[in-house]
């Protein structure tokens, strides 16, 4: 069934310089709490804007005006934004997201003017409410927990991040994918390369690799390997996790270790949501993660 489209909301679309990289993004509703949309792997801001909408349409009878001002990055490598220089990892994206942060709310144009003009110590107290699905929650949380002056409250859903041991499909993937070079360089059977990929990387769930581009085959390989467990203590920003209870890219397991490990952290599960919870149940995501902004928790 189709989602509704809200023609009411404004979308404006934008590009700034962010460490001399072209970057994309959207802003959608008018309100003056600023909430930041990191998506996932291998998709861009587009996924989320129906999310974005409903957000956007959420008034708080605190304001008394419509809260939301929602800021959807198309993250570097993804979408219409420039790739990274090199292989970035989680560290990397997670200064990108500062930069932009100090960049498009402290009112400057680019980094380039971050770097003459650093923000005034209002600026830099403007915090910010912080939303990230699948590889945009790894981003969410080490983010989170470098900058906790920065976040208001938040948001992860399918939050990629807890390392498990290789399943034994997995290592058979792994050796398969270093032994393929040599079986398929023979002339006889290299025709058969392509093909025989697509269904090694599709068997191992490893399709995300197989469509990346250029350098970021690289970043794929960094940021999937990195375990961000010992982070998630140093998390002390009010956060709700928003599962999907069907989610088997990152198991429900996952989130159930991050609610233990998060200090003054909320769970809530979508029973009949997968791995694509933002954008397979958008209203109802959006009432959840509104509900816990208006508590109070997270408007400053």
């Known amino acids: 069934m189709a989602l509704p489209y809200m023609k009411t909301v404004n979308i404006q679309e934008n590009r700034v310089k962010i460490d001399n990289l072209n970057i994309n993004y959207k802003i959608i509703g008018d309100g003056n709490i600023a909430i930041i949309l990191l998506h996932g792997w291998g998709v861009s801001s587009d996924k989320y804007s129906v999310l974005a909408e409903y957000l956007s349409e959420v008034k708080s009878e605190k304001l008394k005006v419509k809260s939301y001002r929602i800021y959807l990055l ?40 971050l770097e003459a003009r650093p923000p005034s110590k209002w600026q830099e107290n403007k915090r910010v409410i912080l939303i990230g699905h699948s590889f945009g929650g790894q981003i969410a949380i080490k983010f989170a927990a470098k900058y906790p002056e920065q976040l208001k409250a938040l948001i992860l859903t399918g939050a990629a991040g807890i390392k498990h041991s290789p399943t034994l499909k997995l290592k058979i993937f792994y050796i398969l994918a270093k032994t ?40 794929f390989k960094k940021v999937v390997g990195e375990d961000l467990s010992g982070y998630l203590d140093k998390i002390k920003t009010p956060t709700l996790l928003i599962w999907g209870k069907n989610d088997k890219s990152t198991p429900l397991a996952d989130g159930e270790i991050m609610k233990l490990k998060i ?11 997968n791995h694509q919870a933002p954008y397979q149940y958008p209203e109802k995501f959006a009432k959840i993660a509104a509900e816990f902004i208006k508590k109070g928790r997270a408007i400053i």
């Not at 290299?190 to 350098?215: C, F, S, V, W």
């Not at 200090?263 to 949501?273: S, T």
């Open 74 to 113: 198309d993250l570097p490598g993804f979408g219409k934004s420039d790739n990274p220089p090199k292989p970035w990892g989680v560290d990397e994206y997670a200064e990108f997201v500062k930069d932009f942060t100090d960049v498009r709310l402290g009112g400057l144009a680019s980094k380039s003017d």
């Open 180 to 219: 393929g070079k040599i079986i398929f360089s023979l002339p006889i059977i290299n025709k058969l390369e392509k093909p025989a990929q697509k269904l090694l990387y599709k068997t191992a769930r490893e399709k995300d690799y197989y469509h990346a581009q250029g350098i970021m085959k690289e970043v």
């Open 263 to 273: 200090e003054n952290c909320d769970l809530k599960i979508l029973d009949d949501a």
